[in-house]
């Protein structure tokens, strides 16, 4: 698919709402590429709203590349080759996999700068009233295309031991262990949440678009937190997999994931 630049909403909250469920359909698949969307008065009746909002809606997602609208053959939702464009990462092994997508993507230093942490940051990470951080957003990008915004918070005493320009060229966790940082653990957790308009431009989607969220707080041999991170994902080029067993028996057989020995032991 030719991913571009997102142009926006559509004007009007329900051709925004169809807007966002279609895009929405069309990346878990409901929609698969090369498909024919219902007609016009079909996707009208299933949203409950009229012709004229679902052309909206269809315009925008044509202007964004993600479906195309031919006279006579319909409107076809435009697709990839199978893995291009995309990053995936098993669950069980997701810390070396975010390690070396640092390694084989490209970053974009948006901001850098110090200033007090937020209280969230304060908190999560153990630090003292007042503490100062290094704050630095960045966009990963593959193959061209933006897909993770990432936001990091580093107490002000380890950051200042590397540069701006050493953050826009070096992975983050090569420039902590150079500070001397000897990182012990990490508690991560992953939910959800909606592109916000800073996120949604750098990212290229659409305000409101849903975003995979990955929220890290690494700590050192010593219990410091020494790094938080909030890491936003485009879902339709980022994906989390993960392999799952049946084990136990009787009525306590259950689905539990296949952990990979000589993955994690790789991630140390």
């Given amino acids: 698919m030719n991913v571009r630049a997102s142009t926006g909403l559509p004007e009007g909250g329900k051709a925004r709402r169809v807007y966002l469920l279609l895009r929405d359909e069309m990346s878990n698949?409901?929609?698969?590429?090369?498909?024919?969307?219902?007609?016009?008065?079909?996707?009208?009746?299933?949203?409950?709203?009229?012709?004229?909002?679902?052309?909206?809606a269809l315009e925008a997602l044509e202007l964004d590349g993600l479906i195309s609208r031919r006279a006579?053959?319909?409107?076809?939702?435009?697709?990839?080759?199978?893995?291009?464009?995309?990053?995936?990462?098993?669950?069980?092994?997701?810390?070396p996999q975010l390690v070396?997508?640092?390694?084989?993507?490209?970053?974009?230093?948006?901001?850098?700068?110090?200033?007090?942490?937020?209280?969230?940051?304060?908190?999560?990470?153990?630090l003292g009233?007042?503490?100062?951080?290094?704050?630095?957003?960045?966009?990963?990008?593959?193959?061209?295309?933006?897909?993770?915004h990432l936001t990091t918070y580093v107490p002000e005493e380890i950051a200042s031991n590397y540069t701006e320009a050493d953050l826009a060229?070096?992975?983050?966790?090569?420039?902590?262990?150079?500070?001397?940082?000897?990182?012990?653990?990490?508690?991560?957790?992953?939910?959800?949440?909606?592109?916000?308009?800073?996120?949604?431009?750098?990212l290229g989607v659409a305000v409101g678009s849903a975003l995979l969220s990955i929220?890290?707080?690494?700590?050192?041999?010593?219990?410091r937190g020494v790094e938080y991170l909030s890491a936003l994902y485009r879902p339709d080029l980022f994906r989390l997999e993960m392999t799952l067993d049946r084990v136990g028996a009787g009525d306590n057989r259950h689905w539990a994931p296949v952990f990979d020995q000589g993955a994690k032991d790789a991630g140390k």
């Fill in 100 to 126: 070396a997508m640092g390694r084989d993507t490209t970053a974009r230093l948006l901001a850098f700068f110090y200033g007090p942490a937020p209280q969230t940051v304060e908190q999560a990470m153990a």
């Fill in 169 to 202: 060229t070096t992975p983050l966790f090569r420039l902590l262990e150079r500070s001397g940082v000897k990182v012990a653990e990490a508690q991560q957790t992953v939910s959800a949440t909606l592109a916000a308009p800073d996120v949604a431009e750098a």
């Fill in 29 to 56: 698949g409901t929609y698969e590429p090369g498909s024919v969307l219902p007609g016009e008065q079909r996707l009208a009746e299933i949203y409950a709203v009229s012709r004229v909002t679902v052309r909206r």
């Fill in 129 to 148: 009233e007042g503490a100062r951080v290094q704050t630095a957003i960045r966009v990963r990008l593959v193959e061209g295309k933006p897909f993770s």
């Fill in 215 to 223: 929220r890290r707080v690494v700590r050192d041999t010593s219990g």
């Fill in 72 to 95: 006579g053959s319909g409107t076809v939702v435009l697709g990839r080759t199978e893995g291009q464009g995309q990053v995936a990462a098993d669950f069980a092994t997701l810390m």
